[in-house]
């Protein structure tokens, strides 16, 4: 798999929230009652306008047994405007300004359920997945989340992220490949994100 950079951050007026991948921090005891989903002080079902219960950083991997939930994971951030912007050698955007290069390219993802085991199974999600912009640091970033995904089974599962890319994308913010380009094609954005599921108590 192409190492590639990913940049998590979700931002307020006031606030940027780093989702991270695959982290140490543990997991609340249950799932809140309530859809909300707070990292950081934000409550990130507001923030990308989801209504179900939503899967992603560090406190918010869990659910109840049938309830269905979206998957959220790492933001892509880019130089504000063409203006500045540097790039590998060689590397030509399609747009000027580097994130409405990215948008021109992002096809979608596919989220993948319990990757490598007998109980895979995954789903795919089209444009519609980049669900707001957002400024932080004088940089600008595309933050995403699924479609609604089906219920799992009781006990603990993986959730992995593929982004797909019509062409080669790169953020403006530097010359390396590795860290500042994402491939074009269908590539995994995430780990093997773990998320519980568990039966709700009367």
Not at 51 to 60: A, H, K, N, Y
Not at 70 to 99: D, E, I, K, L, Q
Not at 133 to 145: C, E, M, N, P, V
Not at 168 to 191: K, R, S, V
Request: net charge positive; aromatic share 10%; proline share 10%.
């Amino acid at each position: 798999m192409k190492r590639t950079r990913v940049r998590g951050a979700l931002a307020s007026a006031v606030m940027t929230a780093l989702l991270t991948a695959v982290g140490a921090a543990p997991a609340q005891a249950t799932p809140p009652t309530a859809n909300a989903c707070v990292f950081e002080g934000v409550n990130l079902n507001e923030f990308l306008g989801v209504r179900e219960r939503l899967i992603g950083p560090p406190p918010c991997r869990e659910a109840f047994v049938g309830e269905k939930w979206v998957r959220t994971f790492p933001s892509w951030g880019t130089a504000p405007s063409a203006v500045g912007a540097v790039y590998p050698p060689g590397y030509v955007p399609s747009r000027p300004n580097p994130m409405d290069d990215f948008v021109s390219k992002f096809q979608g993802v596919r989220i993948v359920q319990d990757i490598g085991t007998r109980q895979e199974w995954s789903a795919v999600f089209g444009p519609k997945t980049l669900r707001r912009f957002s400024t932080q640091d004088g940089l600008i970033f595309a933050s995403f989340a699924s479609g609604v995904l089906r219920p799992l089974s009781a006990g603990t599962h993986t959730t992995t992220v593929f982004m797909r890319l019509k062409a080669e994308h790169c953020d403006g913010l530097g010359t390396d490949p590795a860290l500042n380009c994402l491939p074009a094609g269908e590539f995994q954005y995430t780990g093997d994100t773990p998320v519980t599921f568990l039966p709700r108590h009367p």
